[in-house]
């Protein structure tokens, strides 16, 4: 499958303020857009998704919103603490397949 | 649910030997795939199974490596001979029927040492 841009690959925030994070894509087929959060030396775990017919999707401090038109969707979690502070991984899914971007070190500062 | 078990946890081996890493995904799964993790180039696909069905192994670095599902409950990824740079965490994931929500559930992987 087609790649998946991840940007930025490290970011650094104080706790209690947000963090976003973006993902483009040019495969138009993808219809499918998960959200891992990888802890040092555990599995990727997801932590959200959402389908190519929705705009938003929220659960509690995470949220993920979908361009469809200009191919990119993004990450945003508030009120960020410590326990955020992991390694992020964007998705996209076509004929069930996913591919990952690069990866986001998010580091929560107390 | 136990979730996707892997096995070994951690594999250490000389170059030349042969590996086996072992996978047995969520049960009523019937995708499951294998990927490699490195600093370098991320998550990688290597190759996914529907139905203990081989359908896409064109992320298989070389025929170094070989894939194998016999039945529904059991996957194994095979090196031989393993070389330095096979050195990575190997994961296994699995995912089920539903076309609209196909994340997948990620075992705890496999971390390969080649010395």
């Known amino acids: 499958g087609e790649n998946v841009e991840q940007h930025p690959s490290t970011l650094s925030v104080q706790e209690g303020d947000s963090a976003v994070i973006k993902c483009t894509y040019s495969?138009?087929?993808?219809?499918?857009f998960p959200w891992y959060k990888q802890e040092l030396g555990k599995r990727p775990q997801l932590i959200i998704d959402?389908?190519?017919?929705?705009g938003e999707k929220k659960d509690q401090r995470i949220a993920v919103t979908l361009n469809k038109t200009a191919k990119h969707f993004s990450l945003h979690i508030t009120e960020t603490q410590p326990e955020d502070s992991a390694v992020y991984f964007c998705a996209r899914g076509s004929a069930r397949q996913l591919t990952f971007g690069s990866g986001t070190q998010l580091t929560v500062l107390p | 649910d136990a979730g996707v078990i892997q096995s070994p946890r951690h594999e250490v081996t000389e170059m030349g030997q042969e590996v086996t890493l072992r996978c047995k995904p969520i049960?009523?799964?019937?995708?499951l795939f294998w990927y490699r993790q490195t600093m370098m180039r991320g998550l990688e696909l290597l190759i996914y199974f529907n139905n203990n069905v081989p359908i896409d192994d064109s992320g298989m670095p070389e025929d170094r490596f070989s894939a194998k599902m016999p039945n529904a409950s059991f996957s194994t990824l095979k090196i031989q001979p393993s070389e330095p740079r096979d050195s990575a965490v190997y994961f296994c994931?699995?995912?089920?029927?539903?076309?609209?929500?196909?994340?997948?559930?990620f075992g705890s992987g496999t971390r390969l040492t080649v010395v």
């Open positions: 959402i389908r190519s017919n929705v």
């Open positions: 495969d138009s087929a993808s219809n499918y």
């Open positions: 049960s009523g799964h019937d995708y």
């Open positions: 994931a699995s995912s089920g029927s539903d076309t609209s929500n196909y994340g997948y559930t």
